[in-house]
């Protein structure tokens, strides 16, 4: 992440999210221990070692970030609207009622000696398999992390689909649809 996308992230939580400096912590250093647990999937131990703060601020500090992200989930996620008849896009004319399109993508990731198998794809490598829905402004609606490269992609959507928070497919609307 370059530094202008990281201090527009760090405003966007700060204004409209509500995220406020500590009495120690910045913001700008609240949302830095944030993204490299979600990144480098550090433990607290190593993030405190690194940003020489306590357990319990890494700890704090993470969960206010999260929980300003999570309230802003409306405004970070998009909601799709279908194409309609009056579209003169050259790319989205032809397909009336898409709502966007959907793949599945692997992520190289290191884990360990004994989770290896499961994360291997056919190609051997060690990869993560992620679904993500996008819009058609190529703005995120939906993204599920954390399935093992090994895992078909029909297992991955179908697990989307049945989760109680998952992916909405637009089962309800006539004539809506994701390109795959």
Request: proline share 3%; charged share 25%; with cysteine.
């Amino acid at each position: 992440m370059n530094r202008d996308t990281f201090n527009h992230f760090c405003y966007l939580l700060r204004h409209p999210g509500g995220l406020v400096d500590g009495r120690y912590v910045s913001v700008g250093e609240q949302v830095a221990i944030f993204l490299s647990v979600l990144s480098h999937h550090s433990k607290v131990r190593v993030v405190k070692f690194c940003f020489k703060r306590s357990s319990h601020t890494v700890h704090q500090d993470f969960h206010n970030v999260l929980r300003v992200v999570l309230n802003l989930h409306g405004s970070l996620l998009a909601s799709p609207t279908p194409v309609d008849d009056e579209c003169t896009h050259p790319r989205w004319k032809h397909f009336k009622g898409c709502l966007g399109a959907l793949d599945d993508t692997l992520i190289d990731v290191t884990v360990s000696e004994i989770d290896k198998a499961r994360y291997r794809t056919r190609k051997e490598i060690i990869s993560v398999n992620v679904l993500a829905t996008c819009d058609r402004s190529m703005r995120f609606v939906y993204m599920l992390t954390g399935w093992e490269g090994s895992a078909a992609d029909a297992r991955v959507l179908r697990d989307a689909v049945c989760r109680n928070d998952g992916f909405n497919a637009p089962h309800g609307r006539i004539n809506t649809f994701y390109i795959v």
